[in-house]
């Protein structure tokens, strides 16, 4: 410690040496143009951006910031040979030096070519140009939308070329500035609020000029703008030479303003003598037509069968006669044929035979008559002969004939069934006896168990 | 479609359309009528759109509300 306080020189803090050395840089190089191929470039955030400056043997590193990137026309690239202008500085907390670019611009040519061209590039890739999204210009706008200057003499040159071909045209003009740096926005406004407003068809014009002149056309917001317009929408931008981002994106480019007051509306004059002209020939066609169907109705109704129509009545009514003669001969002929039928079949019938025949069958029945009553009668008597048989057969199994010959039938005093048994009565219990003049009502002094068998079997 | 509702360019491609089937001779009467009235419309209707457009010239702007406004403009005057 005591060593270094000795020493003569100075001694600096690191941060104290990167800050001399950045201002001494910084006042050296303060203003300086280095041209150089861009390599390692990136875009941080889409603010600053760093790359390095190259040639074959050396490199630098290159800052530049957002507020100094932000209005450059063109993109800067890997590879690119571009010129910038700045100060060298050092980045201290690395201790590194660079150079702060404030500007650049590409080398070989011009930025704005470099921006067109690069914005051309980016959007032909998106497809912005393509056919497919190209919206047709209506050939009879009721209103015609346009963005101009209206201090300009474009303007006046399409209202007369307008004149010219349709008087009663409607025409909306939104005043905007066609250069400056407010330009592309009032441009892109103007097409919002003729949208808004409604008209058929919007035209962007503008007059000749540089290309630093026309820029406000050749910006990728105008181009989004354009492309994203519901409305057909027709370039119009600076000469027949001249071409912008704009005439590219648009649905239609006129060559020059005054070309866009032909190819927005048809002309009147023409469209009305080629509507007269359809009309009439159209009643000539009709005309002619009908004229060769008259001839043809004539040539038809001249013919004798249209003038003497009775003619092909009188054929009919000829044949219809003789087929009449023909129907009432034929059908007497038939009725005569039927007719002889009939008496034949009458002659085969012989009355006298029938009346013997039914005389005879009469008699038969007669016989037959007497025959069924005498059989009938045989047949009573020999049926009644079987009848008293069977009476008196049956008579002498009567429980009545039976009582005739002595025997008697026993009932309960009150039950009108025989006993069979002296066991279905007791000692003292009142009985009735049937016998064949009447009943003797008796009581039962005294039951004795006898069977009866054998006097049963003799009997039986 | 109804001609009211066709387009102005439909209507001119139908006429054009017209013209060609009545130059068929083999067209019959009946639809040769047909087409002619048709055409008749047709094109009668084209010519009263060609008379729609109102035949002014007028600046669009914003009001200070924001609103949009017309006015009529006449160049000539604006010019001096």
Request: glycine share 4%; charged share 35%.
């Amino acid at each position: 410690m005591e060593d270094n306080k000795t020493l003569k020189s100075k001694i600096y803090t690191v941060s104290e040496l990167n800050l001399e050395i950045r201002k001494n840089l910084e006042s050296s190089y303060s203003d300086i143009w280095l041209e150089g191929e861009v390599s390692n470039f990136y875009f941080h955030d889409k603010k600053h951006m760093y790359f390095d400056l190259k040639d074959e043997n050396s490199k630098i590193r290159v800052v530049m910031f957002h507020s100094n990137n932000k209005n450059l026309l063109f993109n800067i690239k890997e590879g690119l040979h571009i010129l910038i202008n700045g100060y060298v500085s050092v980045y201290e907390k690395r201790g590194e030096y660079q150079i702060v670019a404030l500007d650049a611009r590409p080398v070989g040519k011009g930025s704005l070519i470099l921006a067109f061209e690069q914005l051309k590039e980016k959007l032909e890739k998106k497809g912005y140009f393509d056919r497919i999204h190209k919206k047709n210009i209506p050939i009879l706008p009721n209103k015609i939308g346009i963005a101009t200057s209206v201090g300009g003499a474009v303007i006046r040159d399409i209202i007369s070329v307008l004149e010219r071909r349709f008087k009663n045209f409607h025409l909306i003009i939104r005043d905007v500035n066609v250069q400056g740096i407010t330009s592309s926005d009032e441009i892109c406004k103007a097409i919002d609020d003729l949208c808004q407003y409604g008209v058929d068809v919007i035209i962007l014009a503008r007059g000749g000029g540089s290309l630093e002149d026309l820029w406000a056309f050749n910006t990728e917001k105008l181009a989004e703008k354009i492309f994203d317009c519901p409305v057909p929408l027709i370039s119009a931008v600076g000469h027949e030479t001249d071409y912008t981002i704009s005439d590219f994106v648009a649905d239609k480019r006129a060559a020059t303003p005054s070309v866009a007051g032909e190819v927005v509306i048809l002309n009147k004059t023409e469209a009305v003598e080629n509507l007269k002209e359809a009309s009439k020939k159209i009643k000539n066609l009709v005309k002619s037509k009908m004229a060769i169907l008259k001839k043809e109705f004539n040539f038809l109704t001249s013919r004798r069968i249209f003038i003497k129509p009775e003619t092909i009545l009188n054929k009919f009514n000829q044949a219809a006669g003789e087929l009449c003669i023909k129907l009432i001969g034929n059908m007497k002929r038939l009725i005569r044929a039927r007719e002889k039928i009939l008496s034949d079949y009458r002659q085969l019938i012989d009355e006298k035979n029938i009346f013997k025949r039914i005389y005879i069958y009469r008699m038969a029945i007669k016989n037959m008559d007497i025959r069924i009553i005498s059989d009938i009668k045989n047949y009573l008597t020999l049926k009644k002969s079987r009848l008293k048989l069977i009476l008196e057969n049956l008579q002498g199994k009567n429980p009545v004939a039976i009582l005739e010959r002595g025997f008697a039938i026993i009932y309960k005093e009150k039950e009108d069934k025989n006993i069979k048994s002296i066991d279905e009565v007791k000692i003292n219990q009142k009985v009735r006896i049937m016998l064949t003049d009447g009943i003797l009502n008796a009581r039962i002094f005294k039951k004795i168990y006898k069977k009866l068998e054998i006097g049963f079997k003799n009997e039986n | 479609m109804k001609i009211e509702k066709m387009s102005f360019e439909e209507s001119i491609t139908k006429l054009e359309e017209i013209v060609k089937e009545l130059e068929d001779e083999n067209i019959s009467l009946e639809e040769s009528m047909e087409k002619f009235e048709m055409g008749i419309k047709l094109s009668s209707n084209c010519l009263k759109r060609l008379n729609e457009a109102e035949g002014k010239i007028e600046e669009l702007t914003r009001s200070e509300d924001g609103k949009l406004v017309t006015r009529e403009l006449d160049l000539e005057k604006e010019n001096k």
